[in-house]
């Protein structure tokens, strides 16, 4: 069936710029099947598997059908078990972000009653619960349903396998006649249909078929990793794997554009693609891709939806996916024509829940493996860089390098001293050798830099932070101590990242002011860090009209740190 995208909904700019946010570009095929009935107020009974999009389905309509003048309870979701509630209650909440008369309610076993109860008497529109804790408030009366004006039941024949029946019987019998029904299920057994027939006028009903995967040739592996160490998973598997093809997805066009600069970055060949690209742009992209000009294609669900491109080696969800089909159509890019591929998932937080429906949506099993340690990326750097010393002894012609051999052997150098020594130049100008930074008087492991940028311009921790971020992809543990004085500081960044860090970093800009970076040096010894100390006092009271104090700043930093007591550590 076709897809609508969001906007061709007749709904609100709120809603819309929440939906963005989210990072959905078009309806599922539940959605846009239920949204245009849900919002003429018609009574639905959906079918159609968990994971693809029901929540939304039912919560664009009732948030846009909302009173927004009314302050009483307007609608009440059902739901079989306090995950689905908590689940159901955070996506109705992003839903309506950008509505701030919008009050919602997760009502669940095992949270303080008397909690539940203070915020039902400050007043809310939407309350989202299980059948137990529902039942309860209805009978300690904290909880009036005589203004329901829709009701919703999520994952129906659910409720009724777990014995909810006379439960949500109960709570119907409190809830006014004249009011919307939707009901949402995965399966419609006759029950449901009884439900149905009873409780709904004239329903329309919709139903998705399920789409069965078939990827055999596919391995597929998940990664639970923070949602701030993607980036730095995500090349560690390309180093290893050393892909000629790869496609990596993101749910939203800001994470493309971002994964794809933190990729550039670290010198990877990659590019993007999504909705806010120019048809002539995307071509060129394709283009690339296809004729391996680029090696990583970062792109979103809607803007790959055509991409036929034989020898995709792996696909990543960088995102775990919005619906369960996209996960097949994602997967389905690699191991095609009888070759292998690899899908690899990063699941973050609450996404490893998403990932389970998606096993059993697909009916397949996706084992976790480990991540992989920076030891083992340059383990294998290291093998490939030997790889490539064999292959150009075997294959190419090197009888003008072997005339040289042999004439520094006859002046006495033996076979082994040469071979060391050119494999230290040859090691050097690949990868997997660090730059020399020499003694920066930094941590073992880390290289300590000078920044010339403080307090004086405004620079805090948290901002340095998040420059670092944006213009590197580093974080947390790759990032060690920072020093900040009033006209410089100091940063460690660990020996792995330290040139990328040099490279990319060195007259950027933070806060429009533009920054050098350069490795520390070493402080003097005692002798002369006193007289350096003396030194710095005599120029501070210097008050002659040309004297600048900022002139000399690059070159004298280490008197000011000198001058500093403390050191002060990340806050």
């Known amino acids: 069936m076709e897809r609508l995208k969001f906007k061709d909904f007749n709904i609100s700019e709120e809603i819309q710029r929440a939906i963005e946010d989210m990072g959905f570009e078009e309806a599922t ?24 999009g029901k929540t939304v389905a039912f919560g664009i309509p009732i948030l846009e059908n909302m009173d927004k003048k009314d302050k009483r309870l307007q609608a009440i979701i ?26 919602v309610l997760p009502i669940y076993g095992g949270q303080p009653i008397d909690r539940q109860i203070k915020a039902l008497e400050k007043g809310v529109q939407i309350v989202i619960g299980t059948p137990g804790r529902i039942m309860d408030h209805i009978e300690r009366q904290t909880l009036d349903l005589s203004t329901i004006k829709t009701v919703v039941f999520d994952e129906a024949d659910e409720m009724l396998d777990m014995g909810f029946r006379e439960d949500i019987e109960f709570i119907l019998e409190d809830i006014p006649y004249d009011r919307q029904f939707l009901l949402f299920s995965a399966t419609l057994p006759p029950e449901i249909l009884q439900l149905a027939k009873r409780y709904q006028e004239n329903p329309e009903i919709v139903k998705v078929t399920k789409q069965e995967l078939t990827t055999p040739n596919v391995e597929q592996k998940y990664f639970e990793v923070r949602e701030d160490m993607k980036v730095e998973l995500l090349s560690r598997i390309l180093d290893i794997q050393n892909f000629n093809l790869s ?22 060949l990659a590019d993007g693609l999504h909705g806010d690209l120019t048809q002539n742009q995307r071509d060129i992209v394709m283009n690339k891709f296809k004729n391996n000009n680029i090696e990583v294609l970062v792109a979103t ?33 690699t191991g095609r024509a009888g070759k292998t591929g690899k899908a690899y ?67 006495g150098y033996n076979s082994i001293d040469l071979a060391s020594a050119l494999l230290r130049i040859l090691s050097e100008e690949n990868s997997y050798m660090q730059e020399e930074f ?15 940028m403080g307090r004086k311009q405004d620079l805090t921790v948290s901002l340095l932070l998040s420059a670092i971020h944006d213009k590197t992809g580093l974080i947390g543990r790759q990032i060690g101590n920072i020093d900040i004085y009033d006209n410089f500081s100091f940063v460690e960044i660990q020996e792995i990242n330290a040139s990328d860090f040099y490279k990319f970093m060195d007259d950027t800009f933070i806060n429009d002011k533009k920054i050098h970076i350069e490795p520390a040096r070493p402080r003097d010894d005692d002798q002369k860090r006193k007289k350096n100390k003396r030194s710095f006092k005599k120029d501070r009271k ?12 690059k070159n004298n930093y280490q008197k000011d740190f000198n001058k500093s007591k403390s050191k002060h550590r990340r806050e």
Do not use: W
């Open 78 to 103: 059902l739901c079989p078990t306090r995950e689905l509630t908590i689940q159901v209650a955070e996506q109705i909440k992003q839903l309506s972000q950008y509505l701030p008369y919008i009050k």
């Open 438 to 452: 020499g003694d920066t008087e930094a941590r073992k492991g880390f290289v300590k830099f000078f920044m010339t």
């Open 29 to 52: 095929p539940i959605q846009s099947l239920a949204i245009p009935k849900i919002l003429k107020h018609r009574d639905v009974t959906g079918q159609a598997q968990t994971g693809t």
């Open 542 to 553: 210097r008050k002659s009209k040309n004297f600048n104090p900022h002139r000399n700043k």
């Open 247 to 268: 496609l990596v997805f993101c749910n939203t066009k800001r994470k493309v554009d971002k994964l794809v600069s933190h990729l550039q970055i670290r010198g990877y």
């Open 345 to 411: 998932s990063f699941v973050s937080g609450r996404e490893i829940y998403q990932l389970r429906d998606i096993q059993q949506y697909a009916k397949t099993t996706i084992e976790q493996a480990p991540i992989p340690s920076r030891t083992d990326v340059e383990e294998v750097k290291k093998d490939n860089f030997i790889e490539e010393l064999k292959n150009m002894i075997h294959k190419e012609n090197l009888s003008h390098e072997i005339h040289i051999v042999e004439k520094l052997i006859e002046e």
């Open 301 to 333: 669900d809607v803007a790959a939806r055509g991409i036929d491109v034989s020898g995709i080696e792996a696909v990543f969800n960088f995102d775990i996916p919005n619906d369960n089909e996209y996960y097949v159509h994602r997967i389905g890019r």
